[in-house]
């Protein structure tokens, strides 16, 4: 379809290792957000990216977080030395803008679980 | 401290009847409300929003209200079908940033 993709759906692995998550935006879609969901929380905002603009990584936990945009279009968010508290859904979002009177399209979301 | 809020975890109601979801906020800077519907397994689905500029807006069975002054909004569905049944989740932005706060939300349940 059309719709913001995200790959793997579903992620299992030990606690320690690095896990990549990744975003296919709407095409033309300039801004990309990232946001993840703990059991029982809210959708929680992790970063964004605007076009060639520097990421607002404000909402970034930790430095073992860290995400790239290539080429305007596809992201990547990469956890290093997971910890069980990284276990969530992590959802990615795309807008035609910078949110103002564009929502935000989300995709279905990865869960990752750290064992 | 969570800036915006949606206090009540559940909801049930008779199909046919309104459905009444609301949401409180913190932050004065807040000028741009959202109402996301989320089903198991599926990304949030835009719903409806609005303009801290007007106090209320519809679309179609949907309709959100916001009372600025008791920061405060509700989201009204009516009438309630069961296919509405999933969770929804209040969310809002200040003019100075992109990024979404969302409330923990609202599993809303309707009943046949």
């Known amino acids: 379809g059309a719709g913001v993709s995200q790959s793997p759906s579903n992620k299992v692995t030990e606690k320690g290792k690095d896990v990549e998550l990744r975003c296919d935006p709407i095409s033309g879609h300039t801004a990309l957000y990232w946001y993840r969901q703990s059991l029982g929380q809210g959708l929680e905002f992790l970063i964004y990216f605007q076009g060639n603009s520097a990421p607002d990584k404000s909402g970034l936990p930790s430095d073992r977080f860290s995400a790239e945009r290539t080429g305007g279009s596809v992201s990547t968010l990469t956890i290093q030395r997971t910890q069980q508290e990284d276990s969530a859904v992590y959802l990615c979002?795309?807008?035609?803008?910078?949110?103002?009177?564009?929502?935000?399209?989300f995709g279905d979301g990865t869960r990752l679980s750290i064992l | 401290d969570q800036q915006v809020k949606q206090n009540s975890p559940s909801l049930s109601v008779q199909e046919g009847r309104i459905s009444i979801l609301n949401c409180d906020y913190t932050?004065?800077?807040?000028?741009?409300f959202l109402w996301y519907k989320k089903y198991p397994a599926e990304g949030p689905t835009f719903l409806i929003s609005?303009?801290?500029?007007?106090d209320k807006n519809e679309d179609g069975r949907f309709t959100v209200f916001l009372n600025k002054s008791a920061k405060h909004l509700s989201l009204h569905i009516v009438p309630s079908q069961p296919g509405d049944s999933a969770v929804y989740f209040c969310a809002a932005k200040d003019g100075a940033n992109s990024k979404l706060t969302f409330g923990k939300g609202i599993t809303l349940s309707v009943r046949p």
């Open positions: 932050n004065s800077m807040f000028d741009y």
């Open positions: 609005i303009s801290s500029i007007k």
């Open positions: 979002a795309s807008s035609f803008g910078p949110l103002g009177r564009q929502p935000q399209h």
